[in-house]
């Protein structure tokens, strides 16, 4: 590799490291969530990058969001590859015409739901149009038909009630209240994870919970899991690997390199086994990686929270392996 493709390279590298540092950042600074009902939801939606606030500070979650934003964000949040083709719709010319194109080839919207030829990408959603998008990106649109969408989506959690027992299908749906829904929708498609997940179905279940998951994920060898943060199809850039080993009774977590990312990721999977002790373990973890392999004390084994905590140093000075006991 020349001097030029290094400088290249290390550029990239630094600016997506920036980039996913202000976006965490940005999520932590609005100060209009601090106190709000959905932060943790808000705060989620922002890191993985499928919403944005308005600006670094505000989120404005009471304020209203119209179709196209929701669209954008539950296509977003499914990682559907958006490509910008014509649609049937007369008012598709904007920043939203790729994500109305997915939307129509997947069945999350039709034509004949809207009038004149027209999506009103503008249009302020209501929490029924909320309901029949979720429901049919869930491939439930039959079941949609015959029960009602909203129905169907307070029986999958997607969305509540109010305490008179309607489901204000005509309201319009607030920012926070979209978010949450979106979410909502990724967790009745991915299921919730489990206490102590073995299968690599039930780990790709909680990789795609955690809050600073974005990118990809696909199954190995066994009960193997291969992280691409990058959401690539490059083989390298599989950067994390997480799996139940049998024989040991253990989750064995591996990691391939150090940036700001990987960590993310490493600290919502300890907190996720240790609750109570993550960042304990989080501290430990960051210890080990930044040592080299032949140094002294380059391994560490304790017990958090009523479980096993094993971390130490690869011999290549770079990956860093975790083991958490049952």
Do not use: C
């Amino acid at each position: 590799m020349n001097k030029t493709m290094k400088t290249i390279m290390a550029i990239t590298i630094t600016f997506s490291l920036i980039a996913s540092t202000q976006a965490a950042a940005a999520a932590a600074a609005f100060s209009d969530t601090k106190t709000h009902w959905a932060k943790v939801e808000i705060d989620t939606a922002v890191n993985q990058g499928w919403i944005n606030g308005y600006d670094a500070k505000t989120f404005k979650p009471n304020a209203n969001m119209t179709r196209a934003e929701f669209l954008k964000s539950l296509v977003s949040a499914l990682k559907l590859k958006v490509e910008d083709t014509d649609t049937p719709f007369v008012d598709d010319t904007g920043w939203f015409r790729s994500y109305i194109a997915i939307g129509l080839k997947q069945s999350i919207i039709k034509v004949e739901d809207y009038t004149e030829d027209m999506f009103e990408p503008n249009r302020m959603i209501t929490r029924e149009e909320i309901a029949r998008m979720a429901i049919r990106a869930l491939g439930k649109d039959a079941e949609g038909v015959k029960s009602g969408y909203l129905a169907v989506a307070k029986k999958l959690e997607i969305m509540q009630g109010y305490p008179d027992g309607s489901m204000g299908g005509e309201k319009n749906a607030t920012r926070a209240e979209a978010v949450v829904m979106v979410s909502n929708t990724l967790a009745a498609k991915n299921g919730k994870p489990v206490a102590y997940p073995k299968t690599k179905e039930e780990l790709n279940t909680l990789i795609q919970s955690l809050p600073s998951f974005k990118g990809s994920t696909s199954y190995a060898r066994k009960q193997a899991l291969l992280i691409n943060l990058k959401g690539t199809d490059v083989f390298s850039d599989n950067t994390v690997t997480i799996e139940y080993v049998e024989d040991y009774k253990r989750i064995s977590l591996n990691t391939y390199d150090s940036s700001e990312e990987v960590r993310a990721l490493v600290k919502d999977i300890l907190k996720f086994y240790y609750p109570k002790s993550f960042e304990k373990a989080y501290n430990n973890y960051i210890k080990i990686d930044e040592l080299k392999s032949t140094d002294s004390g380059s391994n560490l084994e304790t017990n958090y929270d009523g479980r096993v905590f094993i971390v130490y140093k690869g011999s290549d000075n770079t990956g860093v392996s975790i083991k958490i006991g049952a």
